[in-house]
């Protein structure tokens, strides 16, 4: 296929909007998938993606199509996913595309990650096609809809494209706007190479396969390759298309986009956003916009059995493999014992890593709460990044404190913005505007502290507009605040995993929070134990445990001897998980139900 017979493009959509039903549909269409073979949702290639509903990691497809004139032609899919954390890897499968389906729920709306999406797609200079799906709802309301994305968006729906991807209505019109309205590569091909690379993924037997796109040159097997960024050399080994299983071909030309594998070790040495050049024949510079992006959240992952602690060690290393944002570390804790400090780029890369090591890897876990990364300027103008507690410098050491702060816009019906400034404003947001307001819907916008949105935001944020809201939001930079360390103390003892970096105003109503809830917790001891929460050496909230020798058999009055059995050797079970602080033992239940507050 002529370069100008090529049409890139990716599906841009909120959350359950049917990006993946339309994707689906358009393999069956174009006979890519036969009917039969077609797992339901096939682009989502993974277990947890598909109970999730989400699409993690992105799969492309080439699908031949042939237009009502008879002309033939290549489209090449590039999906993307969904969520804010991988808010770099959309952007560069955009990168990738020279247009994108804009698929909008015909009975929503415009939502908070639909208009995230097209500010990507539109920095990246992409011909968005706006799409309504799920016409065949009785709810469908077309006409609301359509003046939603005008009024917001801005875009023209003169021809906006009304389909139904799960009954397979419009579908055909659908491919004909792509050849239509998607623009055709340009075409380099005698420019030396430089190939984007929009995702890579560890593969056992063959090392990384990288998916790319070529934009200027062309790349064959066999050839040295170079990562402009990395600054690695491989030898390709095998390169092909995903039509969507893998079809091997000699050459890739520009415009089009293809896979490689090159004995590449870990996908650290093929990160996406870099770009291929050979060897030999050097591109000038690489293409814009590679950024190596940082983990924002960190948590403590805890074996529950220490006897588990070097396989998750091998775990964390063969997931890292895969997954160049993962970071981690050794970490041990007083409390915990020994484990690792592991970065994120957010809560739900988080909650995928730890569902994978104990799913894939059987291990069973103990996750401290989530802390954002901070910046601290000590006394001597050194400049820290702070993803522990532990690692802060005493009050006297530090200079000054910063947390990162981003940028929350939120989607909600006008009855509920009232719930939602109010919400925003108690977690420290800052107003910045209120915008777009169609009769119905409006668009609030904030800046905020990303520790106030890692939390438990986006269930207050639905629980407070009745499940109607929705969120998104980017980085946009460090700020000072007052942030200080609140420390839990029992009887003398700092109960390490429990300490949190916080905002002054919030650490008093935490540590009473906290130190109630560890009053409850822990069970009385021989004698008496204080339990306290420190800034520094004041302390703030203080709560005390009454001496008290726990008798767990007190409560079968009556004689059933069997019942008092299981509970004492229940009780010494129990026992093996207590973790001594000092002189009082602390049930591992303790921190637990602690770390999971709120
Ligand atoms: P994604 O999150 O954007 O990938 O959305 P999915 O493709 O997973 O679709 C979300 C839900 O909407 C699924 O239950 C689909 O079956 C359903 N769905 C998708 N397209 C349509 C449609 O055209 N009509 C109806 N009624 N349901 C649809
Ligand atoms: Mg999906």
Redesign the pocket.
């Known amino acids: 296929v002529p370069v100008k017979n090529i049409r890139n493009f990716s599906i841009i ?1 909120h ?8 994707a689906d549909q358009l393999l069956l269409k174009t006979n890519t998938v036969a009917e039969r073979d077609m797992v339901e ?1 096939f682009m989502d290639s993974n277990d947890i993606e598909r109970e999730r ?3 993690i990691k992105l799969n492309s497809a080439r699908m031949r199509y042939t237009d009502s004139q008879g002309e033939l032609y290549a489209l090449n899919l590039i999906d993307t996913p ?1 969520h804010v954390d991988f808010a770099y890897e959309v952007s560069r499968s955009l990168a990738a595309c020279e247009g994108a389906l804009l ?1 909008v729920d015909a009975s929503q709306g415009v939502e908070a990650q639909t208009l995230a999406n097209v500010w990507l797609a539109l920095e990246n200079d992409l011909e968005v096609i706006p799409v309504l ?5 009785p709810g469908a309301d077309p006409d609301r809809v359509i003046s939603e994305i005008e009024d917001i968006i801005g875009l023209d729906c003169t021809d906006i494209l009304k ?5 397979g209505l419009g579908i055909d019109d659908v491919l004909e706007a792509i050849v239509k309205r998607v623009p055709p590569p340009k075409n380099t091909v005698d420019k030396p190479l430089r190939a984007l690379i929009y995702d890579s993924y560890y593969d056992a037997y063959r090392g990384v396969i990288c998916q790319f796109r070529v934009v200027d040159g062309s790349v064959s097997r066999g050839d040295r390759i170079l990562m402009m960024n990395t600054g690695k050399e491989h030898i390709v080994d095998e390169i092909g298309v995903l039509a969507p299983n893998k079809v091997t071909v000699d050459t890739l030309y520009c415009g089009e986009v293809g896979y490689m594998a090159a004995q590449i070790k870990s996908v650290k040495d093929a990160r996406v956003g870099d770009t291929i050049t050979l060897s030999k024949n050097q591109a000038q510079e690489p293409l814009p916009g590679y950024v190596e992006v940082q983990p924002m959240v960190y948590c403590g992952l805890f074996p529950t059995d220490s006897n588990q602690y070097q396989d998750l060690r091998v775990a964390l290393d063969k997931l890292q493999l895969n997954d160049a944002a993962l970071r981690f570390e050794p970490e041990i804790s007083t409390a915990m014992g020994f484990g690792f400090r592991c970065g994120f780029l957010g809560l739900l890369h988080m909650e995928i890593v730890q569902e994978r090591l104990e799913r894939e890897y059987n291990l069973q876990l103990i996750t401290t709460a989530p802390t954002v990364i901070y910046k601290c300027v000590t006394a001597d103008g050194q400049e820290l990044m702070i993803n522990s507690p532990a690692d802060l410098p005493e009050p006297q050491k530090r200079r000054s404190m910063a947390e990162p702060y981003v940028r929350l816009e939120m989607v909600t019906p006008t009855d509920y913005v009232g719930n939602l400034i109010e919400l925003a404003t108690s977690r420290r947001g800052e107003y910045q505007e209120m915008r777009y307001l169609t009769e119905n819907r409006t668009t609030l916008v904030f800046d905020i502290p990303l520790a106030e949105v890692v939390t438990d935001y986006f269930d207050v944020l639905k629980s407070r507009s009745k499940g109607y809201a929705s969120m998104e939001y980017q980085m946009i930079g460090f700020r000072e605040n007052d942030l200080v360390k609140l420390e839990i103390k029992i009887n003398g003892e700092p109960a390490d995993a429990l300490s949190v970096i916080t905002h002054r105003d919030n650490s008093y109503k935490l540590g009473k929070q906290l130190v109630s809830k560890l009053k409850e917790l822990i069970p009385r001891q021989m004698f008496k134990v204080p339990i306290q929460a420190c800034i520094g050496v004041k302390v703030i909230a203080s709560e005390q445990i009454a001496p008290y020798r726990k008798d767990v058999t007190a409560k079968c009055y009556g004689g059933d001897i069997s019942r008092k059995k299981k509970l004492l050797s229940k009780q010494a079970e129990g026992k093996k998980r207590m973790k001594a602080l000092g002189r009082v033992e602390v049930p591992q239940e303790a921190f637990m139900a602690v770390l999971n507050l709120d």
């Open positions: 959509a959350i359950d909007h049917g990006k993946s039903t339309l949702q509903g989400i699409t969904g698929v799906n799920k016409i065949d709802l389909v139904s991807a799960k009954v």
